[in-house]
Nanobody, 123 residues
Framework: QVQLVESGGGLVQAGGSLRLSCAAS????????MGWFRQAPGKEREFVAV????????YYLDSMKGRFTISRDNAKNTVSLQMNSLKPEDTAVYYC????????????????WGQGTQVTVSS
């Protein structure tokens, strides 16, 4: 089992920045690819970014490229999402998730999820 706890959400004005963090406990953190997803009201959960176990490679939804940066610290069992130039359409609950083996953009392939943290971007 892997337990995930997100933090860092909040209310920010458009154009501002937030840094989300996810603390993992349980199994060996470095064995897991770590992803960030988000879910806006009335919408399905969608992929945001994922980072490989080593931290050397990361992938993003196209609309996030250049604005969001995912990183991980395997010594501290944490994964972070730096979000810059935030837009009102980025408003959602953000979740971190873990999966073994390969990275994925597919929600159903992740076996472990945090409880989510709310991000609200005002215009």
């Amino acid at each position: 089992q892997v337990q995930l706890v997100e933090s860092g959400g909040g209310l920010v004005q458009a154009g501002g920045s937030l840094r989300l963090s996810c603390a993992a406990s349980g199994r060996t953190f470095s064995n897991y690819a770590m992803g960030w997803f988000r879910q806006a009201p009335g919408k399905e959960r969608e992929f945001v970014a994922v980072i490989k176990q080593s931290g050397r490679d990361a992938y993003y939804l196209d609309s996030m490229k250049g604005r969001f940066t995912i990183s991980r610290d395997n010594a501290k069992n944490t994964v972070s999402l730096q979000m810059n130039s935030l837009k009102p359409e980025d408003t959602a609950v953000y979740y971190c998730a873990a999966k073994t083996m390969f990275t994925s953009t597919i929600v159903a392939e992740y076996g472990y999820w945090g409880q989510g943290t709310q991000v609200t971007v005002s215009s």
